[in-house]
């Protein structure tokens, strides 16, 4: 390359990147090939998969994570629900002051009794009840307590456990945040790919090339 004739690069050494008249190719994000000017390039122009949506940042697999800031049980209704998914199921706890839930499908949350009555203590029995779910419902999310709040990771990488939390409590203080933050296998069917962690996992898809750089998530 002849840097003081304003060449860029060398066509003879580098003809992916660079143009006859030694110039840069310009990049073109989402054609799966990852240029100079490019971070990444997944073959897509979406924010799924293993790079952003403008081929500038790679996207590295993550577990979506979530948190549930609980209340007094004084303050749940029986009958009450709170609706969780790992991507693959999703599951949902009623609260309940009975020894059975109203419908049987759902798994029940004990509200604690007035003398043991705390943000803390409903926080436990969330706890409980979502981490005692991963084993009869193999269920893929992982529950811890931290005081009157419950931290929650997915078992799974990826970004198909972006999942919202849901609850049927109509105090404003019972606060749901995420499932969020999970990155990768999240690209949905026909969608641009170059690697299967670039596909959703949880509808079993992968990357089908043919040869190319760039291919399109199918199932196998």
Not at 75 to 104: A, Q, V
Not at 142 to 168: E, F, H, M, P
């Amino acid at each position: 390359m002849n840097a003081s004739a304003g060449e860029e690069c060398d066509y003879g050494i580098d003809p992916d990147n660079c143009l006859t008249t030694c110039k840069l190719k310009p990049s073109k994000c989402g054609d799966g090939k990852e240029q100079r000017s490019e971070e990444c390039d997944d073959g897509n122009t979406d924010p799924c998969g293993t790079c952003n949506a403008t081929c500038t940042q790679t996207q590295e697999e993550t577990n979506a994570v979530g948190e549930i800031s609980a209340i007094r049980g004084t303050f749940i209704e029986d009958g009450e629900i709170l609706s969780i998914s790992d991507g693959y199921k999703r599951l949902t706890f009623e609260f309940n002051r009975n020894d059975e839930p109203t419908i049987s499908s759902r798994i029940r949350i004990e509200i604690p009794i007035p003398d043991f009555d705390s943000e803390a203590a409903m926080a436990s029995k969330i706890t409980w009840a979502i981490n005692a779910s991963r084993g009869p419902k193999n269920f893929k999310i992982t529950a811890a307590q931290d005081r009157g709040k419950v931290i929650l990771q997915n078992d799974y990488d990826g970004g198909y456990g972006n999942k919202a939390i849901v609850s049927s409590i109509e105090s404003s203080d019972f606060k749901l945040k995420g499932m969020d933050k999970g990155r990768a296998y999240d690209c949905p069917v026909n969608m641009g790919c170059t690697r299967d962690r670039d596909c959703d996992k949880s509808l079993g898809l992968k990357c089908k090339k043919d040869g190319e750089a760039r291919g399109t998530c199918q199932k196998p």
